[in-house]
């Protein structure tokens, strides 16, 4: 009977729409990222486990910083977050910005593609502070699994880590240590977007809340492209589009955030799937917003603190500042937030900007 020209005709018209259903499951993906091995994942799965199982049977876990804590408490340390796959560049520049710092405020771990032969310094703060690393690749997951290793690294290697800033090479300090550190546990007025609801506490030096100061987008135009960059239903049921956000993978987040983050399985399952469009496919500028807005959407500020000129952005990359565009005007410039104080820190700078930076760095940088 398939010798009926209508029956034939008919049948292919049926079978096109379940072609196209079934395409993306056929016809493997275009893209050329290479997927995050098994191995890899079960590496990172019981690193993730150790960290939040050590963190949430520790009785000092100063995830209660979260929740209330005095200022006057010397333990809290910000964990400074390094995801690199180059040198770091401006190394000397960070340390001078932690000179005179004792090293009971703050930590540092360095994440570097081990693919690259990347100079290790031999002094200074970042000597011995790299951790077991894996490959990254741009358009794909593995940028996710580095800050999420980042932070498991961070979270398990001292609990007294309660603040946690990503930062790239191409990042640079915009004030002092002092200040940052001020900004983050002590200034009541820092986060001009969420007064303190109990100004007798501020009185006293103690913040009620921290929150994490993390970029949450949710009218992007470009959001749809991304959110289907993996097939129209590929991230349902446990992201609908209404609850997808795009934001910067340069923020700071409390240790109950980073815990969220290492903990959080369904949400990795959707966004560790390789894209079709490589074009669209940022996942670290979706997984982190777009998870901590379904887990405690009021506990972030929904901007970060790291400055970025996206004006003339070419092929998803950010304004590279140059040597000669390096003035003191410029870093005030850069400072200028309509949601906090200050930012903290700006990105991106070419390599050949350490001298510049380096020559205004006392007079102006850290000068606050
Ligand atoms: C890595 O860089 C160092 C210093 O530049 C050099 O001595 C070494 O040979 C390099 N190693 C590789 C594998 O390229
Ligand atoms: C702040 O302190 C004053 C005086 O001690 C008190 O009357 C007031 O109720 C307190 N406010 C809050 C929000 O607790
Ligand atoms: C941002 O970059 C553009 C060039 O794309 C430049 O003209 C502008 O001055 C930069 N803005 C700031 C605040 O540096
Ligand atoms: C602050 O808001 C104004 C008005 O919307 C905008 O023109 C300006 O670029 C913003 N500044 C920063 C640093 O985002």
Same mark, same amino acid.
């Given at each position: 009977?398939?010798? !009926?020209?209508?029956v034939l005709a008919f049948s292919l018209l049926l079978s096109?729409?379940?072609?196209?259903?079934?395409?993306?499951?056929i016809f493997p993906p275009s893209h050329t990222s290479v997927?995050?091995?098994? #191995?890899?994942?079960? #590496?990172?799965?019981?690193?993730?486990?150790?960290? @939040?199982?050590? !963190?949430?049977?520790?009785?000092?876990?100063? $995830?209660?910083?979260?929740?209330?804590?005095?200022?006057?408490?010397?333990?809290?340390?910000?964990?400074?977050?390094?995801?690199?796959?180059?040198?770091?560049?401006?190394?000397?520049?960070?340390?001078?910005?932690?000179?005179?710092?004792?090293?009971?405020?703050?930590?540092?771990?360095?994440?570097?593609?081990?693919?690259?032969?990347?100079?290790?310094?031999?002094?200074?703060?970042?000597?011995?502070?790299?951790?077991?690393?894996?490959?990254?690749?741009?358009? $794909?997951?593995?940028?996710?699994?580095?800050?999420?290793?980042?932070?498991? +690294?961070?979270?398990?290697?001292?609990?007294?880590?309660?603040?946690?800033?990503?930062?790239?090479?191409?990042?640079?300090?915009?004030?002092?240590?002092?200040?940052?550190?001020?900004?983050?546990?002590? $200034?009541?007025?820092?986060?001009?977007?969420?007064?303190?609801?109990?100004?007798?506490?501020?009185?006293?030096?103690?913040?009620?809340?921290?929150?994490?100061?993390?970029?949450?987008?949710?009218?992007?135009?470009?959001?749809?492209?991304?959110?289907?960059?993996?097939?129209?239903?590929?991230?349902?049921?446990?992201?609908?589009?209404?609850?997808?956000?795009?934001?910067?993978?340069?923020?700071?987040?409390?240790?109950?955030?980073?815990?969220?983050?290492i903990k959080d399985r369904s949400l990795w399952r959707k966004?560790?799937?390789?894209?079709?469009?490589?074009?669209?496919?940022?996942?670290?500028?979706?997984?982190?917003?777009?998870?901590? +807005?379904? @887990?405690?959407?009021?506990?972030?500020?929904?901007?970060?603190?790291?400055?970025?000129?996206? +004006?003339?952005?070419?092929?998803?990359?950010?304004? +590279?500042?140059?040597?000669?565009?390096?003035?003191?005007?410029?870093?005030?410039?850069?400072?200028?937030?309509?949601? $906090?104080?200050?930012?903290?820190?700006?990105?991106?700078? !070419?390599? #050949?900007?350490?001298?510049?930076?380096?020559?205004?760095?006392?007079?102006?940088?850290?000068?606050?």
């Amino acid at each position: 009977m398939f010798s !009926s020209p209508f029956v034939l005709a008919f049948s292919l018209l049926l079978s096109l729409p379940i072609l196209f259903f079934l395409a993306p499951r056929i016809f493997p993906p275009s893209h050329t990222s290479v997927p995050i091995s098994l #191995d890899d994942e079960l #590496d990172d799965l019981s690193l993730f486990n150790r960290a @939040a199982s050590q !963190s949430s049977s520790n009785p000092s876990n100063p $995830s209660r910083v979260s929740h209330i804590s005095s200022s006057k408490n010397p333990k809290l340390k910000i964990a400074f977050l390094f995801l690199t796959n180059s040198d770091l560049h401006f190394a000397p520049l960070w340390d001078r910005f932690f000179l005179g710092s004792s090293t009971n405020l703050y930590n540092i771990y360095v994440h570097a593609d081990p693919a690259v032969n990347v100079t290790r310094p031999s002094t200074g703060v970042f000597q011995g502070r790299f951790i077991a690393a894996k490959r990254t690749y741009r358009a $794909s997951p593995t940028l996710v699994s580095a800050t999420r290793r980042l932070l498991a +690294t961070a979270l398990l290697d001292d609990p007294a880590n309660a603040y946690f800033a990503v930062l790239s090479q191409f990042c640079v300090p915009l004030h002092s240590f002092k200040y940052v550190y001020r900004s983050l546990f002590v $200034s009541p007025s820092f986060d001009s977007t969420s007064p303190e609801s109990d100004p007798n506490l501020s009185r006293l030096g103690i913040r009620v809340r921290y929150k994490s100061f993390i970029e949450i987008i949710s009218n992007e135009p470009r959001l749809w492209k991304r959110y289907v960059a993996r097939g129209r239903y590929a991230m349902m049921p446990d992201v609908p589009f209404e609850k997808f956000r795009v934001g910067s993978q340069f923020f700071t987040l409390t240790r109950r955030h980073a815990l969220v983050v290492i903990k959080d399985r369904s949400l990795w399952r959707k966004f560790k799937m390789p894209c079709y469009r490589e074009d669209e496919c940022y996942p670290e500028e979706h997984y982190f917003p777009t998870l901590l +807005t379904m @887990a405690d959407l009021d506990g972030c500020t929904k901007y970060t603190l790291t400055r970025v000129n996206w +004006t003339g952005t070419v092929n998803g990359h950010p304004y +590279t500042y140059r040597p000669t565009e390096i003035s003191p005007e410029l870093i005030h410039r850069l400072k200028e937030s309509n949601y $906090s104080e200050s930012y903290l820190f700006a990105r991106k700078f !070419s390599p #050949d900007c350490l001298q510049p930076l380096m020559r205004i760095a006392k007079s102006v940088i850290f000068r606050d």
